[in-house]
């Protein structure tokens, strides 16, 4: 079948010859998909929007020996308010650039392709602290590569971590990114990642009922995002430098 149609959107873009584009596409049944887009940086191009960071749509491809290039794309959405809000842009940035490196050809993930529109759709329209929108991403996205996070119960001794065995004023718990389990005071062991009681109760709500949590009043604390974030680039086998632009 030389021609495909597929819903997806672009992950990645680079400028190739004079006017063309190379883009990254994740489709929620195919997986990852490198193409070219021919002429696309010629004004009025039917192709420009198609060939941008965070388009989403109806792509047709052709595939001819190995390579695939847009014939056309029937635009969804384009997130375009991303663009006017630093914020909002560095966390959409850093959303697109860990399925690029989590996505593989051939590889369905119609949730993760749902979780990722969905939580653009917050950042862009939305009104919640982008890190909040990130939060619940990063929850869903490690959970979707199949490492669920461990928040309701110890990592090492299972016991419930919540109500809090620690003394007033100490964590709560820590975090251990690598596996991403939560772990309780008495069986810590040097993590450097301390969670306090809010933190916990602020995680097992987002396993709990996901981007819904963000209809809640809540606030996702410097500790806990640094956490998840290293919970989610330990699952990818690349640097992810967006993350360094968060805001
Ligand atoms: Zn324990």
Known sequence: MPQIITNAIVLRRADYRDNDRMITLFSPTLGRIDALCRGCRRQKSPLMAASELFCAGEYVLYTSRERVTVVSCQVTDTYYGLRADYEKLSHGMYALELCA??????QENERLFLLLLR???HLCYGDVPPRRVTAVFLMGFVS?????PQVARCARCAEPVLPSRAPEGAPAASF???TGGVICPACR???????SESDVLYMQAIMKTGLESLKSPGE???ELFEALRKMAEARVDMPVRSGKLLV
């Open 101 to 106: 490196a989590a996505v593989q050809p051939d």
């Open 119 to 121: 939580s653009l759709a």
């Open 144 to 148: 979707l590569l199949g490492f669920r």
């Open 176 to 178: 251990d990114p690598e």
């Open 189 to 195: 062991a040097g993590e450097t990642c301390r969670l």
């Open 220 to 222: 996702c604390s410097d």
